[in-house]
């Protein structure tokens, strides 16, 4: 699917998309270009229920591996 930016920076999303996605995203820039991530009808309930699937690590390994794994997505 290929969209373009109007005049103003906007870019439309068809309805197909909004239904199934919804109209919240968030925006993040990579090197590879842009993602944009649908936002959550409840954003900490699904980051609790995340958070139950991490595996047993402190906070301060989990955030090695997180950055990790952002650098390499960086690449």
Known sequence: ?????DERGRI??????REKL?????????KSGIHLIPVPDDPVKTLEEIGKKLPEK???ELKKDIRKQAMEELK
């Open 58 to 60: 402190s906070l301060k």
């Open 12 to 17: 439309y999303l068809p309805k197909s998309v």
């Open 1 to 5: 699917m290929i969209v373009k930016c």
């Open 22 to 30: 919804g109209k919240g995203f968030y925006l993040v820039e990579m």
